[in-house]
């Protein structure tokens, strides 16, 4: 009997402990929360190769607000250039990997407004409708300051595409340009489109490659953190940590230069302090289009071959068998269905966790 008693007083105790938990959660990640961290790291373009000096003050400041100890926080986790939290102590059972760089290019030494510049990621525009060229995107160059250790707006224009038979090749069209032109050491140039939010649709129109998987990724720790306070233990108890490696973006055809940073981070942890489960957050841009498609067939037009996987169909009910003449079933109203309370649309971040 005393042992039914204490299970059930366990029983208890777990499920308020979930639904602390869930309380949390509701009131940690809301569309608020997710729009005000996405938007500030949207606007800080870190082209890959500058995270440090670019979106890692945004990175450190944004954690700090969610409550983490700064003692848990590392700029150059070992020694490369990217920051890190969770990390001081290892082993850890889960690594999270949200990439805090985007893509970038490079100029050549020139003085004009408009010239070819150099991917240091894939160059994929989407293709144009029929009879249409490619399109200009708004673009920004920044430059490295030695003096004040951070990246200057220098220039705004836009990139474009030329296309010479098979081949597409990126340019750049400056509507400003600095005194002394452009310079391929410390010059570089970032995709720089408006931040949009359409609250009737909860869409987001934006360069979220990766701003988006490091807002969720930031917005998720400031939940968890208030979670380990109210179970009364440390966030570092929690076993996982989170790193937002610079140089994801690179060339695919040059493996070693894809994912470099985070190579670079899996061969500096030792081998006994690896973790049992990387979880990468990657955050990718769709059309209200493809939102349409992927809603209705489960795949996009970026990537028709890849198959998402979703719930079976729910097979039909077995036919009634009709009752006998003799004594017919009297006939009911059906029941009503309880109305589903409204809730505002939560912002559109599509997130590719693998």
Do not use: W
């Amino acid at each position: 009997m005393a042992e039914a008693i204490r299970a059930r007083g366990e029983i208890g105790l777990a499920e308020e402990e979930r639904n602390v938990t869930a309380a949390i959660i509701n009131e940690s990640i809301t569309p608020d929360a997710i729009l005000n961290s996405l938007e500030e790291l949207h606007d800080t373009l870190a082209p890959s190769g500058t995270v440090l000096y670019t979106r890692t003050p945004v990175i450190q400041r944004q954690i700090f607000d969610a409550g983490v100890s700064p003692a848990d926080f590392d700029r150059r986790f070992l020694g490369t250039r990217s920051p890190a939290v969770l990390l001081n102590f290892l082993p850890k059972s889960v690594l999270f990997t949200p990439h805090s760089d985007q893509i970038g290019y490079v100029p050549p030494l020139t003085n004009q407004t408009s010239f070819d510049i150099t991917p240091i990621a894939a160059h994929r525009p989407k293709k144009p409708d029929e009879g249409q060229g490619y399109p200009e995107f708004p673009a920004t160059v920044i430059r490295f300051n030695p003096d004040h250790k951070l990246y200057e707006t220098v220039s705004e224009g836009g990139i474009g595409t030329h296309v010479t038979g098979d081949s597409r090749t990126p340019y750049y069209a400056a509507s400003t340009k600095p005194k002394d032109g452009f310079h391929p050491g410390y010059d570089r140039i970032a995709y720089s489109p408006s931040f949009s939010y359409d609250s009737e649709t909860g869409l987001i129109q934006a360069n979220n490659d990766n701003a988006a998987g490091v807002a969720a990724t930031i917005v998720a720790l400031s939940a968890l953190k208030k979670i380990a306070d109210a179970r009364r233990i440390g966030l570092n108890e929690m076993r996982f940590g989170v790193v937002f490696p610079d140089g994801e973006e690179g060339l695919p055809e040059a493996s070693a230069y894809f994912g470099r940073e985070a190579r670079r981070i899996a061969h500096r942890i030792p081998p006994e302090d690896l973790p049992e489960y990387f979880v990468d957050v990657d955050g990718h841009e769709y059309t209200p289009q493809e939102i349409s498609a992927y809603e209705a067939t489960g795949t996009t037009p970026t990537a028709p071959n890849v198959e998402i996987p979703t719930k079976p169909p729910v097979p039909p009910p077995p036919a009634a068998v009709p009752p006998p003449v003799a004594a017919p079933s009297p006939i009911t109203k059906p029941s009503q269905p309880t109305p589903e309370k409204t809730v505002p649309p939560a912002p559109t971040i599509a997130l590719t966790i693998s």
